[in-house]
């Protein structure tokens, strides 16, 4: 059912102190993308905070379970999870018809893509990755998913494991709110190493990134369940992803 737009007035201005650093030297890609001049302040304009809007037309019913998505003759392989949470403003207030999309490695640790350098990963001819639902009245999402797989990176020389994860993109009551992010899942010991979230500084932070357990949301001899919730801008906001991922996985060593 689509709901109406609410507006929230005016955003906060975006603290580009809480999220990571545009020009991280020893990840060679930010060298050529991040700015070299002082940043510029604008103002939003009616677009920046009213826009995108979204209904129920925009994602067909079944967007969001990725058990189902993609496969033809059967379900995929691997641990089936519930995978839910709200998507939150600045002041905490819920976010109704925000764009949720998602992606993500399949059991084995490989994605769907052809510059996906693991090829010893086996590809699941049941499961794509991608996924996006639009939140409902109370802010809140929910996709049906397995768990990915880590799976390897070399950075400067070092080989490291991705702590398993799973990509998001939001998009909320006003492009002022993309958040672009990864989450990770609680009580992965891949998380203390793993180099993408180690270039995170603020232990609270990367405590922001790591969905729970969430046995309330458990589906008896089907899932279990993990919450993330999401917050779009403000002082608490859930972090930007460090830009280095998507350079990782060009790196990555088969
Ligand atoms: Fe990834």
Redesign the pocket.
Known sequence: MAHAKRSYGAFLPRDHTVHPPPLTPQHRFTILRSPRQPLIRIDPSLSDTTGPVFNSHDVAPGDNNLLTNYATSGPPIGERIVLHGYVLDQQGKPVPNALVEM???NAGGR?RHRNDPYSVAPLDPNFGGCGRVLTDRDGHYVFRTIR?GA?PVKLGGLVDW?AA???FSISGSGWAQRLIT?MYFEGDPLIQSCL?VQGVPSESQIRGLIARQDPSAFIINDSRAYRFDIILRGRHATWFEPQT??E??EETQS
Do not use: D, F, G, K
Request: aromatic share 18%.
């Open positions: 992606w993500q490695a994605y990915p799976y991705r994860h799973i990509h990864q993408v991922s998507h990782q996985l």
